[in-house]
C-alpha cells in the first residue's frame, strides 16, 4: 500500500443523489469546473436506479440553485459526469465502476454517505482492487465516539495508508478558519502575550437561527456535542490554542494541532449544560422523548503550561437568537485600578474574531472620552472583512484531495484525542434542558461563564465595518452603560 504521489485522475462520488451532493458538492464542482481546475472524469454512484442524464439533470438544478450562472462550466462538468448506480451492499456494483473508470490508476473515491456505510463501500472497493493507488475522502463524522472512530480506522486503515486517508472538517477549509491560523503566526506582537499571564478566558460561539431543517432523523444520531463541538469548535480551539508549527509546512500544523487535542482535559458533567429548543420534538424524524440536544454549553481546560488555568467556554446551538459565529479572547485587566471605568475586570481588552455570517478581526481597546474625567469607550479596531471573492470550503477540500494535499484535513491522532475529550459526557450527562426558540439557549448555561463575567452575545447582523478603522463597541450587561453597542454580554 503506497500513497500516490499524482494528482487524482478521477473523482468517484458515493452518495451522488444525497443531501449533501445537491447543497455543496455540484456547486463546489461547478466552481472548479470555471476555474479551470476540474479535468478528469466524475463518477457518481447511489442506488436512485438514476441515468446519466438523471445526474446532470440533479447536478444542473442544484448548481442553479446556489447561483451558478457559468454555462460553459457547467456544459464542461456535465461533459465528465457519468453515473453508476447499485447498491453499496453489492459487489457487482463495484465491479461497474472499476469498469466506468475505465483505465484510471489514482481515482479520489469520496465517502459523501451515512456513516454506517463507510465500512461497506471501502470494503467493496478493496474487493475489486479499486483501492490501490486511490485516495479515500471521508465526510464527517469520522466515527461516533472514540472506540467507534477507532473502529472505523483499523476499516480505512486496511485499504488506504494515512498519506492517502483525506477527513473532511469543512470548518478547515472555510478562509476565516484558515485565517486563525494565519494571523497568529504572521504577527510577531501576539506571541507575547498569547498566554495564561495575560489572557483571562475564551469564548467561542457557534449558533444558528434555525432548527434541524427536515434533518431530525440524523440529528437524532448526532446531537450539538459530536455535530459541532468535538469537530468544527474544537478545530477552532486548536488553531488558537497550538503552539507554534515548528517547521513551514502543514505536517508541523498537523503535530501541534494534535498536542493540544490531546493537552484538552477530557470534558466532566458538571462543565456541560445540555439544552433542546422547545418543538424540537416535534420534527420530523425525531423521537417524542428524544433527548438529544440541541445546544451544547462546555467549560474547557487545556493542561499545557501555556494555557493552565485558562477557561475555554464553548457553545454552540440551534433555533438561538441569531446565526454567528464569533471567537472572544478576553485579556485580564491592568494589575491596577487607576480608573473608576476599569474596575472589577469590565472593560478588559479583547481580541475578537467574528467567523459568520460576515468575517472580521477586530481588536479592542479602552480610549478616553474627551473632557475632564477620566473615563473611556471601548473601540474596536477592525483588521479585517470578508472578501467576496471568497472560495467555498468544499471547492478548495475537494481540489486539496484530489491533488494530494492533506493540508485542511484532519488526522487520525487528532480526531481520537478530540474524541477522548467528549467520550465519558457523550454517555454520562444531565438530561438536556428545554429552551425557547430565539433565545441564547437553557438559562443554566450562564452558570457556566459567570465567573468569567458571563457570555459575550455575539451582535445579531454586524455591518462590515472598512478595513483598519475604529469603533465604539462592546458592553457587558454587567454594565450600565445604555450606550449603542456592537457587541453585548450577558
Ligand atoms: P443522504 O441521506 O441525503 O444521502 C445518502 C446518499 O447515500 C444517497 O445518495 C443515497 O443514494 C446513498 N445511499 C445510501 N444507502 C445506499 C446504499 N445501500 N447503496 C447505494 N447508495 C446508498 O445523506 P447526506 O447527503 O445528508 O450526508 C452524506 C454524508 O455527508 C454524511 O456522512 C453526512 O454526515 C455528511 N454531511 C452532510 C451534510 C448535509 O448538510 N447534508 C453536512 C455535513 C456533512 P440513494 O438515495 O440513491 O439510495
Redesign the pocket.
Known amino acids: 500500500m503506497t500513497a500516490p504521489k499524482a494528482h487524482a485522475d478521477a473523482l468517484v462520488f ?11 458538492i455540484f456547486p463546489a464542482l461547478h466552481a472548479m469546473a470555471a476555474a479551470g481546475e476540474l479535468n478528469v472524469p466524475i463518477v ?7 441515468s446519466g442524464e438523471d445526474l446532470r439533470e440533479r447536478a444542473r438544478e442544484s448548481v442553479l440553485a446556489h447561483g451558478g450562472t457559468d454555462d460553459e462550466a457547467f456544459a464542461h462538468l456535465a461533459s465528465l459526469l457519468t453515473y453508476v ?6 459487489e457487482s ?1 463495484f465491479v461497474r465502476l472499476r469498469d466506468a473508470l475505465g483505465g484510471a490508476k489514482h481515482p479520489a473515491h469520496y ?5 454506517s ?2 465500512g ?1 463501500v471501502i470494503a467493496g472497493l478493496k474487493g475489486v482492487g479499486l483501492h490501490e493507488g486511490a485516495r479515500v475522502i ?4 469520522f466515527g461516533r465516539d472514540l472506540e467507534s472512530a477507532r473502529e472505523l480506522d483499523v476499516v480505512v486503515a486496511s485499504a488506504f495508508p494515512e498519506e492517502s486517508i483525506f477527513r ?1 472538517d ?1 470548518y478547515l477549509g472555510k478562509d476565516e478558519i484558515m485565517n486563525l491560523l494565519y494571523f497568529r503566526f504572521a504577527n510577531s506582537f501576539l506571541e507575547p502575550v498569547w498566554n495564561r499571564d495575560h489572557i483571562d478566558h475564551v469564548e467561542v460561539t457557534l449558533a444558528e437561527d434555525f432548527g434541524v ?1 427536515g ?1 431530525g432523523a ?1 440529528y437524532e444520531s ?1 446531537g450539538a456535542l459530536r455535530d459541532v463541538v468535538e469537530n468544527h469548535i474544537f478545530q477552532i480551539v486548536a488553531l488558537l490554542a497550538m503552539e507554534p508549527p515548528a517547521y513551514q509546512g502543514y505536517a508541523a500544523v498537523q503535530q501541534a494541532k494534535e498536542s493540544v487535542f490531546r493537552s484538552m482535559r477530557p470534558l466532566e458533567p458538571s462543565c456541560l449544560v445540555r439544552g433542546q429548543f422547545d418543538g424540537y420534538r416535534d420534527e420530523e424524524g425525531v423521537a417524542a422523548d428524544s433527548d438529544i440536544e440541541t445546544f451544547a454549553a462546555v467549560r474547557l481546560f487545556i493542561d499545557s503550561w501555556r494555557w493552565e488555568g485558562v477557561p475555554w467556554l464553548l457553545r454552540t446551538g440551534k433555533m438561538l437568537h441569531a446565526t454567528a459565529g464569533e471567537v472572544m479572547v478576553f485579556f485580564k485587566r491592568p494589575p491596577q485600578v487607576l480608573f473608576d471605568d476599569s474596575r472589577d475586570g469590565e472593560n478588559s481588552n479583547y481580541l475578537r474574531f467574528r467567523l459568520s455570517p460576515i468575517s472580521e478581526i477586530a481588536l479592542a481597546a479602552r480610549v478616553k472620552t474627551p473632557g475632564e474625567e477620566f473615563t473611556g469607550t471601548q473601540q474596536e479596531f477592525v483588521l479585517h472583512t470578508e472578501s467576496p471573492l471568497e472560495r467555498a470550503p468544499y471547492e478548495r477540500l475537494l481540489a486539496g484531495a484530489m491533488a494530494g494535499d492533506s493540508a485542511l484535513f484532519t488526522s487520525r491522532g487528532s480526531v481520537e484525542a478530540a474524541w477522548r475529550v467528549v467520550d465519558d459526557v457523550l454517555v454520562h450527562h444531565d438530561a438536556a434542558l428545554p429552551y425557547a426558540p430565539g433565545t441564547w439557549g437553557p438559562a443554566e448555561a450562564d452558570a457556566l461563564a459567570a465567573p468569567w463575567g458571563g457570555w459575550h452575545q455575539p451582535a445579531v447582523s454586524p455591518t462590515p465595518s472598512p478595513t483598519a478603522t475604529a469603533s465604539p463597541t462592546a458592553q457587558t450587561t454587567a454594565q450600565t452603560t445604555a450606550q449603542t453597542t456592537a457587541q453585548e454580554k450577558s
Open positions: 458515493f452518495g451522488a443523489s444525497g443531501d449533501l451532493a445537491r447543497k455543496q457518481g454512484v447511489a442506488s436512485s436506479g438514476w448506480d447499485g447498491d453499496y451492499r453489492d456494483t465517502l459523501a454517505i451515512p456513516p456505510l463507510f461497506t471521508v465526510e464527517k463524522p473532511i469543512h431543517q434533518r440524523f448526532a
